[in-house]
């Protein structure tokens, strides 16, 4: 039943990367991974978000192995991540490959606390 | 597909199956590594994410390859399978519980882990190729 929902979850997490990315990339050209940047950001404060409430308030365990595990987990990836920024790297931008690192990192450990606030409060 | 066109139904259920797969599968080693103080599962499915990326991307430069193949083994399967917001959240946990020291060699070990490991599927994927030379359209260096 948990495998189940994490695979609803991961059903709509994984296009609504693709669209994102997509949308983010026709916004904001190809040069630099935005578009990643974005997603992994925002699944981090979500994820951050629903275990901080998942602290305080009786969820069940199943919304938060189809939000978190599924949901979350499938809107962010590090497989690409990671793709990219080799990618840049090859291209001969180094300080944009190590740039995207540093700011993946840095950006999705902070909305991940920042998730974790929000959710408290809840 | 150009870049703002709209993305076919076909994409999209390819990506969307793809990452139910990937996810099921994280949730499996997440099922079979138990949990300790670092968070080994998301380790393992982020970096064999990660070299498993490397050798699909290396060996779509090398050879055409059905259009719904990248959405969905990369996009889906891939990006399902490795997850971004549970490492955040490990990382966010250990700082809390007060393991910096830990939750700094998570992070950094992740992130360069990450890097290496797609560099090394594109390695296996050179060296098993029949035609090594048959290279890559972009990039001067190695």
Redesign the interface.
Same mark, same amino acid.
């Given at each position: 039943m948990?495998?189940l929902l994490?695979?609803? @979850? #991961?059903?709509?997490? #994984?296009?609504a990367?693709?669209?994102t990315d997509?949308a983010v990339?026709?916004r904001f050209g190809?040069r630099f991974p935005w578009g990643t940047l974005t997603v992994?950001v925002v @699944?981090?404060l979500?994820?951050?978000t629903l275990?901080g409430a998942a602290e305080q308030l009786a969820l069940p365990p199943a919304l938060v192995a189809g939000v978190g595990?599924?949901f979350? @987990?499938?809107?962010?990836?590090?497989?690409?991540?990671?793709?990219e920024?080799? #990618?840049l790297?090859?291209? @001969?931008d180094g300080v944009l490959a190590a740039g995207n690192?540093v700011l993946? *990192?840095a950006a999705? *450990?902070a909305? #991940?606390?920042v998730g974790?606030v929000l959710g408290r409060a809840l | 597909m150009a870049?703002?066109s709209r993305?076919g139904a076909a =994409? $999209?259920a390819a990506? !969307?199956?793809?990452?139910?797969?990937?996810?099921?599968a994280?949730?499996g080693v997440?099922e079979a590594i138990p949990g300790g103080a670092v968070p080994w599962a998301t380790l393992v499915a982020?970096l064999t &994410?990660?070299l $498993?990326?490397?050798v699909l991307?290396e060996a779509l430069e090398r050879r055409p390859a059905h259009p719904l193949l990248r959405?969905f083994l &990369?996009?889906?399967v $891939?990006?399902?399978?490795?997850?971004? !917001?549970?490492?955040? =959240?490990g =990382?966010?946990a250990l700082?809390?519980a007060g393991r910096t020291g830990l939750a700094l060699g998570y992070?950094v070990g992740?992130?360069l882990g990450?890097?290496v490991?797609?560099?090394v599927g594109?390695v296996l994927v050179r060296a098993a190729s029949p035609a090594g030379r048959a290279g890559?359209a972009? &990039? &001067?260096?190695r």
């Open positions: 948990t495998l994490v695979c609803v @979850g #991961a059903a709509l997490g #994984a296009p990367r693709f669209l997509r990339q026709a190809t992994n @699944g981090s979500l994820l951050g275990l595990t599924g979350c @987990g499938a809107l962010t990836t590090y497989s690409t991540f990671g793709g920024t080799v #990618a790297a090859r291209r @001969g690192v993946s *990192v999705t *450990v909305a #991940a606390s974790f | 870049a703002g993305p =994409v $999209l990506v !969307s199956a793809g990452g139910a797969v990937g996810a099921a994280r949730y997440s982020n &994410g990660c $498993l990326m490397g991307l959405p &990369g996009t889906g $891939l990006g399902g399978y490795t997850t971004f !917001s549970t490492y955040a =959240v =990382v966010h700082l809390e992070l992740t992130a990450a890097v490991a797609v560099q594109a890559r972009t &990039g &001067g260096g």
